[in-house]
Nanobody
Framework: QLQLAESGGELVQPGGSLRLSCTIS????????IGWFRQVPGREREGLSC????????YTADSVRGRFTISRDVAKRMVFLQMNNLSPDDTGVYYC?????????????????WGQGTQVTVSS
């Protein structure tokens, strides 16, 4: 059974940076697309970025492109989300998820496995 665990969320000041980590267990990365999403109470779940481990393609949402970067460490079975120039609007619970479909998309409904989330709070 594939399991994902996020870490790295914390309180950060506006303009600061964070790197979130997603650790995958129960399988290698090869057969999955790993995506990052965030959830703010009262708002729809938002897809941020994904990496397709079938072909190494990536996609990042327009809303965060240029500030957020996804990367991976295959040997460690980890996927990262580097977040720069954070603002209070980036506050939320951040999730990583895995999809078995070889489609480089941040459409959350195709993701089968989800982590428990990590809280990011951007505030002065």
């Amino acid at each position: 059974q594939l399991q994902l665990a996020e870490s790295g969320g914390e309180l950060v000041q506006p303009g600061g940076s964070l790197r979130l980590s997603c650790t995958i267990s129960g399988s290698t990365l090869d057969n999955y697309v790993i995506g990052w999403f965030r959830q703010v109470p009262g708002r729809e779940r938002e897809g941020l970025s994904c990496i397709n481990n079938h072909d190494e393609s990536t996609y990042t949402a327009d809303s965060v492109r240029g500030r957020f970067t996804i990367s991976r460490d295959v040997a460690k079975r980890m996927v990262f989300l580097q977040m720069n120039n954070l603002s209070p609007d980036d506050t939320g619970v951040y999730y990583c998820a895995a999809s078995t479909m070889s489609v480089t998309t941040i459409l959350w409904s195709i993701y089968d496995y989800w982590g428990q989330g990590t809280q990011v709070t951007v505030s002065s």
